[in-house]
């Protein structure tokens, strides 16, 4: 087996092979499709701009104000849940 040639991080399937699956998966995505609309959703899903991530600092200072956050430092105790069960 060798190593991808594409991310240099996988193995290969075989020894013939030069991707590793799920680049070979991503390289016949691009072949497939357009290589600009693929890249157009990829920066559309996996990009924040600007006004989303201020959008999602709101939201988690709004989550924390209103301690919707749970604390994962301290387990609840059994009543706790019980109180938390009959809420929802």
Do not use: A, F
């Not at 991808?4 to 991503?26: A, H, Q």
């Amino acid at each position: 087996m060798t190593i991808c040639s594409y991310c240099n991080e996988y193995e290969t399937e075989s020894y013939w092979t030069k991707y590793c699956p799920d680049c070979s998966m991503l390289r016949r995505m691009l072949i497939l499709h357009n290589s600009k609309s693929c890249l157009e959703i990829l920066k559309r899903v996996l990009i924040r701009n600007p006004t989303q991530i201020d959008y999602k600092v709101q939201l988690e200072l709004k989550k924390k104000v209103n301690n919707d956050i749970e604390d994962y430092d301290k387990p609840n105790t059994r009543s706790q849940k019980k109180v938390v069960e009959k809420i929802n």
